[in-house]
């Protein structure tokens, strides 16, 4: 069985300042990765997915993820933060035998200051 | 292309009553699949469906909870005699077949429900 750890429940930024937001996981099998956005009282947007391919994953909003295959990592980064990127942000892994199983962290709530 | 559709978006529910959540997947998608976000938890999959078939329902607790997707309409969770621990945000995703869309499954705005 997979799992996903969000290793900071909240990270707190000043607007324009760069945020990385961390995601490791543990899966005895290949897996495909994923970073969902949830604004207050709204559903899961997906910001980006790793699939196969190149390790550098670009995303929607400005926001880019590395796929680290030896640290198990998946972390989610964006140089430039604005006021709108305030939300909760999930990181989820599924594998290649039940693909549309996600597993999810807990959520890492990213609060942009002015 | 409207997304997938979920209604009602907030249901307040007492003790012993029945909650039904309804979804609606995006069109062309044959796949629907539920998942329940507790209070400061990460999602939780709990059924897996296709038209008139249940593929997957290792996540959905043993008693009180089905879900269904007709042939005809939309997927619907039942939830039979709620208890305050079932309130919770319930999601709705969808897919077509895998291969097809990167193994990427789209999520609806969620589903809110309050036992009181």
């Known amino acids: 069985a997979q799992s996903v750890t969000q290793l900071d429940s909240q990270v707190p930024v000043f607007e324009e300042a760069p945020v990385e937001l961390r995601c490791n996981y543990s899966?005895?099998?290949?897996?495909?990765l994923f970073w969902y956005v949830q604004y207050p009282n709204q559903g899961l947007q997906l910001l980006l997915k790793y699939l196969s391919g190149s390790t550098l994953v670009k995303g929607i909003n400005g926001f880019e993820a590395e796929f680290n295959k030896s640290q198990t990592s998946f972390h989610l980064r964006k140089p430039s933060v604005h006021i709108s990127d305030t939300a909760e942000y999930f990181c989820?892994?599924?594998?290649?035998?039940?693909?549309?199983?996600?597993?999810f962290g807990k959520g890492t709530l990213l609060t942009v200051n002015p | 292309n409207a997304g997938v559709m979920q209604n009602p978006r907030h249901l307040v529910r007492r003790r012993g009553q029945e909650a039904r959540l309804r979804c609606s997947p995006m069109?062309?998608?044959?796949?629907v699949y539920w998942y329940r976000q507790l209070p400061e938890e990460g999602l939780k999959f709990m059924v897996y469906l296709q038209k008139e078939n249940i593929i997957d329902e290792s996540g959905m607790p043993k008693e009180r909870f089905s879900a269904e997707f007709p042939k005809e309409g939309p997927s619907i969770l039942r939830i039979q005699q709620v208890v305050r621990g079932d309130s919770a945000a319930y999601f709705c995703?969808?897919?077509?077949?895998?291969?097809?869309?990167?193994?990427?499954?789209?999520f609806g705005e969620g589903s809110w429900l309050t036992v009181v």
């Open positions: 989820a892994v599924s594998t290649g035998g039940s693909n549309y199983k996600l597993t």
């Open positions: 995703a969808s897919s077509p077949p895998f291969g097809s869309s990167g193994n990427t499954i789209y």
């Open positions: 069109k062309g998608h044959s796949h």
């Open positions: 899966s005895s099998v290949s897996v495909y």
